[in-house]
Nanobody, 121 residues
Framework: QVQLVESGGGLVQPGGSLRLSCAAS????????MGWYRQAPGQQRELVAT???????VYADSVKGRFTISRDNAKNTVYLQMNSLKPEDTAVYYC???????????????WGQGTQVIVSS
């Protein structure tokens, strides 16, 4: 089994910064694309950013230039540095990863439990 555990959420004022972390643990042979998604109240879950094992990144237009996704493959961890936060960034942020548990298996998709980010004065 694979677990994704997020940390780093909280309450921050507009214009502030937060850094989210997501560590994968359990049965892991390799990890492919990792990413962050978010879901605001009454809204659908949406992509924030993704990063491949080789470091290629994709960002939602709404966060380009403000958020940066990165990963530490040695630690099976993905990060989301969020700067210049706005009230509309308020949401539950979820980590997602494609993980290959064993050499004999293909990739499975996993989600973390989510971490709350509130941007408010």
């Amino acid at each position: 089994q694979v677990q994704l555990v997020e940390s780093g959420g909280g309450l921050v004022q507009p214009g502030g910064s937060l850094r989210l972390s997501c560590a994968a643990s359990g049965s892991i042979f390799s990890i492919g694309t990792m990413g962050w998604y978010r879901q605001a109240p009454g809204q659908q879950r949406e992509l924030v950013a993704t990063i491949t094992g080789g470091g290629s990144t994709v960002y939602a237009d709404s966060v380009k230039g403000r958020f940066t996704i990165s990963r530490d493959n040695a630690k099976n961890t993905v990060y989301l540095q969020m700067n210049s936060l706005k009230p509309e960034d308020t949401a539950v942020y979820y980590c997602n990863a494609n993980v290959r548990p064993r050499p004999s298996t293909w990739f499975n998709n996993y989600w973390g439990q989510g971490t709350q980010v509130i941007v408010s004065s």
